[in-house]
């Protein structure tokens, strides 16, 4: 078995790819269940539990992964969580009753964290770090946007249980490209604190609150903020224009992250995301201040990129790289798990603007402590004090 060529992109693309095709099913779920909950005999209230119970999976899951990955290496794990992707694929056609959906969605928590933690891991293992995060996050997430494109087809030509077992046929090449995996020089070193979670740091602070706000309550309320600010927009058009914005952040995804990627390897990890965080920033006070459109394509584009580069960011801030970027995606999905519910909440809230000026403040103060400019602030003025 070849080692991992650290000057090319393969081994990140490849898994990448495995986990592209591996997340069909799961892509699947979101415009499906909510519609089709009644054919497959689950309870309308536990919809939403089904479509986020992965998430929860994952907050615990991060830091057991690691583990893992130290014991037995990135090739034979991310191989391990591609089969148990397909089979909770498959086991979706085959489900009867809540308790086995359950099943399948927990599982599907665990292959995903394994399979997202060992794809950051060969990342790391490059030369091009910036460059390879890039690609292998706009590889990933290019697999859900094609599957929502195949959607209706599916949906017209097939019965339910039919569409899972093409799906999960159609995600065996997750199978080819894991197993053409190299096999990294070393082993993962293990992790001697066994602790879920630390005090987050301040990078990690931004990425829990950014998290709540876009991941979460900004994906949730996008057509409710539109129906506030537009005067006579019909709720049809609020959510086809919702809908025509939640596409065009899975397209940044695709096709920024590797932009993002490469100007990193350039400027330093650090520097882009503080520069594309403030961005973001910026562009949250143009969704609340009314300009909705403007501020919804900055967000979504230097978030997409801001999220890309993270993980590089993370992983020198802790002296186990894969241990800060596990750490990093635990605050990352109970922001976007939070975030959700609270987003919930606010569909019929009036008042959905001040909790996003709230949050967009302690997301503001945190960047600035993030950067510095508090102490230096503090510094002025006791000297001129």
């Given amino acids: ?6 000057d090319g992109l393969k081994a990140p693309a490849f898994a990448a790819l495995a986990l592209a095709f591996a997340s069909f099913g799961d892509a699947f779920l979101y415009p499906f ?6 054919i497959v005999g689950v309870p309308v209230v536990w919809v939403g539990v089904l479509l986020s119970i992965n998430r929860f999976v994952r907050i615990f899951s991060n830091t057991m992964i690691v583990h893992v990955l130290a014991k037995y290496g990135l090739r034979s794990t991310v191989i391990v969580a591609v089969m148990l992707a397909i089979a909770s694929t498959l086991g979706y056609g085959i489900a009867k009753g809540l308790i086995v959906w359950v099943l399948f969605r927990i599982i599907w928590g665990l292959a995903f964290s394994a399979m997202r933690i060992g794809i950051l891991g060969y990342a790391l293992h490059q030369n091009r770090q910036g460059l390879a995060l890039g690609v292998s996050r706009s590889l990933q997430e290019s697999g859900p946007m094609i599957l ?22 159609l995600s065996l090449p997750a199978l080819y490209f894991a197993f053409r995996l190299p096999v990294v020089d070393d082993k993962t070193p293990a992790l001697e604190s066994k602790r879920l979670l630390s005090r987050p740091t301040s990078l990690n602070s931004i990425t829990l609150v950014s998290a709540i706000i876009i991941d979460g309550i900004i994906v949730v309320v996008l057509g409710v903020l539109f129906l ?17 914005y939640l596409g065009f952040r899975r397209l940044c995804l695709v096709a920024l ?15 882009v995301f503080n520069l594309s965080m403030i961005l973001v920033v910026a562009g949250l006070i143009f969704i609340v201040g009314g300009w909705i459109e403007v501020g919804a394509v900055i967000v979504f584009a230097f978030y997409s990129i801001n999220s890309a580069v993270t993980p590089g960011s993370a992983s020198k801030k802790n002296s186990h790289s894969l241990a800060g970027i596990a750490e990093n ?5 109970i922001g976007s798990a939070v975030g959700t519910l609270i987003g919930g909440f606010l569909i019929t809230s009036p008042h959905v603007n001040n909790v996003l000026i709230v949050a967009i403040f302690a ?13 230096r602030a503090l510094k002025l003025f006791y000297l001129w004090k």
């Fill in 1 to 6: 078995m070849k080692e991992v060529d650290k």
């Fill in 33 to 38: 269940l909510p519609v089709n909950f009644g």
């Fill in 148 to 169: 929502l494109f195949m959607a209706p087809m599916l949906l017209r030509y097939f019965d339910v249980r039919s569409i899972f077992y093409l799906l999960g046929f």
């Fill in 228 to 244: 506030h600010y537009r005067e006579g927009i019909s709720l049809v058009t609020a959510t086809t224009v919702a809908a025509f």
């Fill in 257 to 271: 992250s590797p932009a993002g990627g490469w100007i990193a390897d350039r400027l330093g990890l650090e520097r």
């Fill in 329 to 333: 995606a635990t605050w990352r999905d």
């Fill in 363 to 375: 997301m503001t103060l945190l960047l600035l402590i993030h950067l510095g400019v508090t102490q």
